[in-house]
């Protein structure tokens, strides 16, 4: 754990810390990467996992529109550009490590490629898995 976020684990609720200094302790792998859950803010439902470099991360946050980065293509990947399946910012967090992002989204459309509302449609029953939105 970066010793900063241990710093700030007994501050009071309601404590205020500058962006730009959380955003420039957060902890990227050695891909310059972070993980990112994208969780409807209506619901609660998570909705995908994801990643995002520094330019996707500030991107998001200028635009208000998920940006994230698309390892298998090697750039930038707009949720919604191609698909019309756009995810809006509501609320951004990271955990107590500095190392994982929490994005609280609206969903417009499904949030998964294959058209299913959330990625996590896969659930594990007894010794089967089976397709299953909730």
Sequence with gaps: ????????????????????KVLGELTFDHQGLIPVVAQDAENGDILMFAWMNQDALHETIATGRMCYWS???????????????WQTL???????DGDVI???ISQEGAACHTLRHSCFYLRL??????????
């Design 90 to 96: 509501h609320e951004l967090r990271t955990d107590c």
């Design 71 to 85: 390892r298998s293509r090697k750039s930038l990947w707009r949720k919604g550009e191609t698909s019309g399946h």
């Design 1 to 20: 754990m970066k010793s900063w976020f241990k710093q700030i684990e007994s501050s009071e609720d309601g404590t205020r810390f500058a962006a730009a």
């Design 125 to 134: 029953d007894g010794d089967d898995f089976v397709i299953s939105q909730k």
């Design 102 to 104: 929490l994005a609280k």
